[in-house]
Nanobody
Framework: QVHFVESGGGLVQSGGSLTLSCSASGIDFSLYAMGWYRQAPGKEREFVAWMTKNGSRKRADFILGRSTISRENNVNTVILQINNMKPDDTATFFC?????????WGQGTQLTVSS
């Protein structure tokens, strides 16, 4: 049974920082790339960031220069830190993991940025 559990969402002011984490169980974490997508009301889900087991990273343009994606492989966790939060960052953030033949999603955590 596979479970991805997100935490760290909440309400922050513009210019503040937030750290999201996702802990995985039921998979061999070392075989999966892990990352984040977001979805705002009325909009399609979009890519945010991911990191492979070997340390390769990719981030969407809207968080370049103000974010860090990292993995703590010993505890099966992927972490996303976003600085200088903006109101248009408001969305539900979903943890995502994929291997050669399988993709899994967390239930999502709400991130709201006030102006």
């Amino acid at each position: 049974q596979v479970h991805f559990v997100e935490s760290g969402g909440g309400l922050v002011q513009s210019g503040g920082s937030l750290t999201l984490s996702c802990s995985a169980s039921g998979i061999d974490f070392s075989l999966y790339a892990m990352g984040w997508y977001r979805q705002a009301p009325g909009k399609e889900r979009e890519f945010v960031a991911w990191m492979t087991k070997n340390g390769s990273r990719k981030r969407a343009d809207f968080i370049l220069g103000r974010s860090t994606i990292s993995r703590e492989n010993n505890v099966n966790t992927v972490i996303l830190q976003i600085n200088n939060m903006k109101p248009d960052d408001t969305a539900t953030f979903f943890c995502n993991g994929w291997g050669a033949n399988f993709t899994y999603w967390g239930q999502g955590t709400q991130l709201t940025v006030s102006s």
